[in-house]
């Protein structure tokens, strides 16, 4: 499940699309002169070139993933948050087809949006970022360009990124290696930098804060992580510490920022990680799901409205609404900024599900490098009803380098740029000649706090 701001698609196990709510700017991708719909519609995916396994929703934007790594989208573009040129509004789906000099759409590996901006990985372990480029979510290396088409943010070339994660003004990733890697608004400390600068560059969690990093979700005020250290696998959280979305029963609720990642619950046998804007949400081995954090609406779900919950609480054995959880097997659980949703296999808990989830454990280890599909077919010649033509990406550099940051004519790059001495410069992120840091970047002490932050 993907939430928006004012829409929720829905993923089926064979690759079926549904979506529900605001079609304004065709961000339910269901065509038309549809602009509500108040019960899930099916989206039309008979043009694609593959199975969708993987979606993700923007405010007001959504991005698919297919098997073999093919990447569509469509939505609103103002900010060119799907990757296209912000003069150009996708139809129901647009696929992205680049060049092999460039990246290769086939090996799109994870994917992952934000508010105006979109995140992935491919096979080869690079990380690319497009939309809003507000206080350097890009991670390109400024702020003086205000949008960008997909381009590699600047992490190391010699680690592997495995996962993505987009919040409103925020980006993380990390390795293989279990690496954390943060960039974009330092509001609430949620850059694990020990302040609240923002940063437009990559900036290299220390292995001694949190390491064994294998999945990262955030909120709008607050950062979580799962780590998996040899079959142990905890739950960590820092930001805004006003917030109950810590999931900590002990602590105090104060005015305040915990800048490092804190761990929280005895829970060793996390499986899967997800986040609203002040919720936070778990699933163990055994499937029970668990939240914590603001109830304001419901949104929480614990029987109790606007009734929020420190300590992390089993939706599987709850008062009054354990009954409706409890001989399931969970597949998965997300938020959107008003409201929540849960998926889950059969009726019966000794039931197993025909085919693989496709948000896979987040504790298995990471596939081997795959070579680009081979057995993919061609678009059709003359097909009846053809699909939108593919809008052709051209990167202008080489796969093995760093593109410059592309200047688009209506931004000014100041040529007085000086880089400030109190931003903490990651020794293993390689940082671009050509990236001049302006002097007149705001830096927020708190980023704002949206109440319509975009989920992955």
């Not at 987040?362 to 678009?379: C, K, S």
């Not at 097909?383 to 004519?409: D, E, Q, W």
């Not at 705001?442 to 980023?447: E, L, S, V, W």
Request: charged share 10%; with cysteine.
């Amino acid at each position: 499940m993907a939430p928006g701001a004012d829409f929720t698609m829905m993923l089926t196990a064979s690759g079926k699309i549904y979506c529900t709510g605001s079609n304004i700017d065709g961000r339910c991708a269901i065509g038309g002169s549809i602009t509500l719909t108040s019960v899930p519609v099916e989206v039309n995916t008979a043009s694609l070139l593959d199975t969708i396994v993987e979606i993700a929703a923007g405010e007001k934007f959504g991005i698919a993933r297919t098997r073999k790594g093919l990447l569509y989208v469509w939505g609103r573009n103002d900010l060119s948050q799907t990757g296209i040129d912000g003069a150009v509004q996708p139809g129901p789906f647009v696929g992205l087809t680049l060049d092999t000099s460039g990246l290769n759409v086939r090996n799109v590996s994870s994917i992952s949006c934000g508010r105006s901006h979109s995140l992935m990985t491919t096979v080869d372990g690079k990380v690319w970022a497009a939309g809003s480029n507000d206080f350097g979510a890009i991670g390109a290396g400024n702020t003086a360009v205000t949008s960008y088409k997909w381009t590699q943010s600047l992490v190391p070339t010699n680690k592997r990124f495995i996962g993505v994660s987009a919040g409103f003004l925020v980006s993380f990733a990390f390795t293989d290696d279990g690496l954390l890697y943060t960039w974009g608004g330092g509001g609430d400390g949620l850059l694990a930098t020990g302040d609240t600068l923002s940063r437009s560059t990559p900036y290299a969690v220390p292995a001694n804060i949190i390491s064994n990093v294998v999945a990262v979700a955030i909120g709008a005020e607050h950062a979580a992580a799962l780590t998996n250290a040899n079959g142990v696998r905890r739950l960590w959280t820092w930001g805004g510490a006003f917030s109950p979305a810590f999931c900590n029963s002990t602590q105090t609720l104060l005015n305040t920022i915990v800048f490092f990642p804190v761990q929280q619950t005895t829970y060793s046998d996390i499986k899967y990680l997800s986040r609203g804007a002040y919720q936070t949400y778990f699933i163990r081995d055994n499937n029970d799901i668990y939240g914590c954090g603001q109830d304001t609406l419901g949104l929480l779900g614990n029987g109790a409205s606007a009734s929020d919950s420190q300590n992390p609480f089993s939706y599987n054995t709850a008062s009054g609404i354990g009954t409706a959880f409890s001989t399931t097997t969970a597949k998965g659980i997300s938020s959107g900024p008003s409201a929540s949703f849960a998926a889950y296999w059969g009726v019966s808990s000794t039931a197993s599900p025909t085919f693989a989830p496709t948000f896979a454990p987040t504790f298995a280890p990471p596939p081997t490098q795959a070579a680009p599909p081979t057995d993919l077919p061609p678009p059709p010649t003359n097909p009846t009803n053809p699909p939108p033509t593919p809008t052709l990406i051209i990167p202008t550099t080489s796969p093995n380098s760093v593109p410059a940051a592309t200047t688009p004519t209506n931004a000014a790059t100041p040529t007085n740029a000086a880089t400030p001495t109190n931003a903490a410069t990651p020794t293993n992120a390689a940082t671009p000649t050509n990236a001049a840091t302006p002097t007149n970047a705001a830096t927020p002490t708190n980023a704002g706090t949206p109440t319509n932050a975009g989920t992955s």
